[in-house]
């Protein structure tokens, strides 16, 4: 498939998360970009964050209790 050259400005803090970002999955910044646009396009990224959203909460009640597990003074134990 031929490649298109896209130019697009962001701030410096877009640009170096979106480099960090590429580097750590080990894509070119252009590869990761167009995997963004795509995940975006086929409706991938909205189903994860509703997938996300509804798993906690479902289960908000126990990430609440280890939280307060963690919290709780030292010595301090649940009978």
Avoid: C, W
Wanted: no cysteine; hydrophobic share 50%.
């Amino acid at each position: 498939m031929a490649k298109t050259q896209l130019g697009a400005r962001v701030n410096e803090d877009v640009a170096e998360l979106a480099k960090k970002r590429a580097a750590d999955l080990g894509l070119s910044i252009g590869d990761y970009l167009a995997r963004l646009v795509q995940d975006d396009a086929s409706g991938l990224r909205a189903r994860a964050v509703d997938a996300a959203a509804r798993f906690l909460s479902e289960h908000q009640a126990v990430f609440d209790e280890a939280e307060d597990a963690q919290q709780a003074p030292a010595g301090v134990r649940a009978a």
